[in-house]
């Protein structure tokens, strides 16, 4: 029975294993377009992201990837691993250099923002540069890693719909990891660069990543964190030059948020409340951050309503 037990495992695994492919991106690539290697990589991510399924990896050469059309994120499933960082020639994920290859994902489909401002030639850009979304399972994890992400710009006003006005440069509707990204030159209603809403989104986790002046017009120009019962984790962020309302990493109604080690520095709100971290109706932790030269017209680094937080 045992022995029996031990062949259907190693069968299942093989078959997930089997199951499990890695998908290249290259801008441009000339061979095949069917993402099965370098040569034949698929030019356009959004192709490249529409075949692939939970257990994949996307890699992604230098370059700089955009959303087909406006309110068509570049949609990450959850189960789905999306690295940029290659040159366009490694056999290893560890053998990339995000650093050194450039690869930018950017919501401004007529290449025509100027940067800094927020209030022309912005029609044409993607609402959410990227979204991620649970498809078969919602408890699987996708990762974000290695991209500069820029030019998103969602809908803004009550009427719009909810999600249309969350996450200018990634909207998070189920769990993942977003790793090693510069987010700059995003806006939003609410949360310009990165949005986590919905229990699904719980136990989002954000490291070494930078946020960099991006815009909101009414919460957070950096992160905003909503509804979320498991828990989320930001660590080792930094969070810069950003123009912001009520704090550039806002929590509403949500559970054991942990910040650690982050850096919040020169962020602007202007007459508005708060230019750091904005808590409400949330439990957390901040531990070993920086909070140096923001500017606001009250509680200028933090703010908590006293609903709960560790120190």
């Known amino acids: 029975m045992k022995q029996r037990l031990l062949i259907l495992f190693l069968l ?4 997930a294993a089997i199951g499990q492919k890695t998908i290249h991106v290259r801008a441009d690539a000339t061979g095949a377009n069917d993402g099965s290697s370098w040569q034949n990589a698929y030019t356009s991510l959004a192709t490249a992201l529409d075949a692939a399924q939970p257990g994949d990896q996307v890699w992604v050469a230098a370059g700089t990837y955009k959303p087909l059309a406006a309110a068509q994120s570049l949609l990450v499933k959850a189960g789905v691993a999306l690295y940029g960082g290659f040159a366009g020639t490694e056999t290893t994920l560890s053998a990339r250099n995000p650093g050194a290859n450039t690869t930018v994902l950017s919501g401004d489909l007529n290449g025509d923002d100027i940067p800094g401002v927020f209030s022309q030639n912005r029609a044409d850009n993607a609402l959410h540069v990227v979204e991620v979304t649970a498809v078969s399972d919602p408890n699987a994890r996708a990762i974000v890693d290695g991209f500069t992400i ?25 769990k993942v990891t977003v790793r090693q990204c510069l987010f700059i030159d995003n806006n939003a209603d609410t949360g ?26 009414l919460l957070s120009s950096g992160i905003y964190f909503r ?6 984790t930001v660590r080792r962020c930094i969070f810069r030059d950003n123009k912001t309302i009520r704090g550039v990493l806002y929590a509403i109604n949500s559970l054991n948020v942990l910040v650690d080690s982050c850096q919040f520095l020169n962020n602007d709100a202007g007459l508005t409340p708060c230019a750091g971290v904005y808590m409400w109706q949330t439990t957390f932790t901040l531990r070993h951050c920086l909070l140096k030269g923001n500017r ?3 509680f200028t680094g933090m703010y908590n309503d006293g609903r709960g937080g560790i120190y």
Do not use: M
Not at 193 to 214: P, T
């Open 296 to 298: 606001a017209n009250d």
């Open 12 to 15: 299942g695994w093989i078959s």
């Open 192 to 217: 310009g660069a990165l949005a986590a809403v919905e229990a699904f989104a719980s136990d989002i986790i954000v490291e070494n990543c930078v946020f960099e002046k991006n815009n909101t017009s």
């Open 227 to 232: 509804d979320l019962t498991n828990g989320a």
């Open 150 to 174: 820029s030019g998103g710009q969602t809908q803004t006003g009550s009427n719009a719909p909810d999600l249309a006005r969350r996450g200018g440069g990634l909207l998070a509707r189920a």
